[in-house]
């Protein structure tokens, strides 16, 4: 290696971690079973956040069981359905106590026994705690974790050491540390030679970010990875936004100032929020898009227009807000679908018995995930901190701006592939 190499070593790894899923795969999976009629999926998100509780009897275990207890007391004695479910929740609890890891701080479980499912996946990062049953799995939550946790990468670095990290669901699944050589070594004093080691040091720094912005872009590509937060220090943000490739450049969604030396979870603690605004202004840009395209036949809004393109296969991206929930029906067998309760007679002349209660955001979901469609789900209220008004009891949270047009859209729209 040339003494003025500005790179002493280049080192990557890979961190195995029991809650780090594929969870893209595991909604695309899920969303490819079909509507079962007698026996329901059992569906439960667990928040599996340390509460001084025993271990595997989290207060959240708790509630999930009782809710699993009240859904099962309202099957009828000895039925395909009271037996599917008893068998699931004996499944999904085993799972738990057998497999769950304690970095654990989330569980998604879907479960059918009478069908031979069941899937539990620990996760990175807490959930609201929850239990439903009914004819297909539950999945918008799941969606929704999928869009708000993508990989993105965090890249840290000094005069010294750079490190890439990659991330989804708060947890690192690699790095790439660049180690710097270190040259030029001051050997005297004077101005001469004060002015020479600080033309040479100059162009360590752009020899070195340099290197480090060849091994960011080359990482960015081969992993897929859209999003980059920078973490440089003062002398090397400049250089490195300098020596980006344009690709590069183009995938960074901020920057933060700290310690090459700081733990990571502080790292990641304040690169958080910018990640968090990236997310809300992108979902401002889908919608701003929607609303352009309903005016020139690329796009439809509401319950029943999403649904037909929905089974047409026209849908490219589907959009609804988090708060977004409309009761229906389908029949699976007849590809027909319905708002409300099933009605007491086929409306198309099928097998009653066909026709099932879903919430339609779930089959919406469901139908989207098959197609291949993308989904955004837009935040639909404001975090609560210092600057928001907090709600009264019994009152919702203000409206974002950006998402109010959704709202008033009936709260779910979609681009089409294709004009209608």
Known sequence: MAATDPVQSIVEATHEHAVLSDLDMTLRRLAALPPSNGTPYLTALLDW?????????RQAQVLARDAADAIIADQEKRSAALESLTADVEGITKAIQEDIDSATRGIFAVGNSAQGVLHVEPLGVPVETSVTAGPIPMLKRLAQMVEDYPLHALLQ???????????????????????????????????????????????????????????????????????LVLAASE?????????????????????????????????????????????????????????????????????????????????????????YSQPGWIDPEMQLFGIGDPPAEHPAGGDIANLLAVPLEEEMIRQAVQSGSQIEIVKGTLGVDATADIPATGQTAPRKETVQPLDDLGGVAAMLRFAI
Do not use: W
């Not at 605004?277 to 227009?305: M, P, W, Y």
């Open 157 to 227: 670095s000094d005069q010294d050491t750079a490190i890439l990290s990659f991330v989804t669901e708060d947890v690192v699944s690699e790095t790439v540390t660049v180690r710097g050589s270190l040259y030029p070594r001051r050997q005297k004093s004077g101005g001469l030679s004060q002015r020479r080691y600080k033309a040479r040091a100059d162009e360590r720094v752009q020899a070195f970010a340099k290197a480090i912005a060849a091994e960011t872009q080359k990482a960015l590509e081969e992993t897929g990875c859209r999003r």
């Open 235 to 323: 002398v090397m943000e400049p250089a490195l936004l300098a020596a980006f490739h344009q690709s590069v450049t183009d995938k960074v969604i901020g920057s933060i100032r700290i310690d090459i030396d700081a733990p990571f979870d502080e790292v990641l603690a304040k690169a958080r929020p910018l990640a968090v605004d990236f997310e809300r202004r992108r979902e401002a840009a889908q919608v701003e898009e929607v609303l352009n395209a309903l005016s020139t036949g690329n796009a439809v809004a509401g319950t029943v227009d999403v649904l037909n393109a929905l089974r047409n296969g026209q849908v490219h991206r589907l959009i609804m807000t988090r708060v």
């Open 49 to 57: 956040q340390p509460d001084g509780s025993a271990p595997f009897q």
